[in-house]
């Protein structure tokens, strides 16, 4: 055999089988990661535990819920971008959602341009992480479970 005719085996591309949903969950997984991980480093730098603490309290919520709220965006949020446990974690991660609109954005109105933040936004997040559990890990999952 010569080099001009030579077969080279195929080497499989990064994205041979991955569907257009594979990878629309893969952008929902890590989006969401991301926003997660945002709103825990507002709570820990900006906020700080202890004033999340105070806010958490003031809504009438016990103090300690603060730091499972932290834990909960920042595991979640490190948990979805690494696509590990994705269904499970989204679905864990909707009383966080359920829990910020009944305090403190639910009695702000709907929109979230309202004073005080609406609930609009913490609504259509928690049907987002629904939409996540449903699709699953997507492509590019640390994890991925298999149908």
Excluded: C
């Amino acid at each position: 055999m010569t080099y001009a005719t030579a077969q080279t085996p195929a080497r499989p591309s990064l994205v041979d089988g991955v569907t257009n949903a594979d990878l629309a969950a893969t952008l929902l997984r890590v989006s969401m990661g991301i926003l997660f991980l945002a709103h825990a480093w507002l709570k820990l730098v900006i906020f700080t535990p202890a004033g999340t603490v105070g806010f958490f309290e003031s809504l009438g919520f016990p103090g300690f819920l603060a730091y499972l709220v932290i834990a909960a965006e920042l595991l979640g949020g490190i948990a979805l971008i690494l696509g590990v446990a994705t269904r499970w974690v989204s679905l864990a991660l909707v009383p966080v959602l359920l829990g910020s609109i009944y305090a403190p954005h639910g009695a702000a109105g709907f929109f979230f341009s309202n004073e005080g933040g609406g609930w609009e936004f913490p609504a259509f997040w928690a049907i987002v992480l629904l939409v996540q559990a449903l699709l699953g890990d997507g492509a590019f999952a640390l994890r991925r479970a298999r149908a």
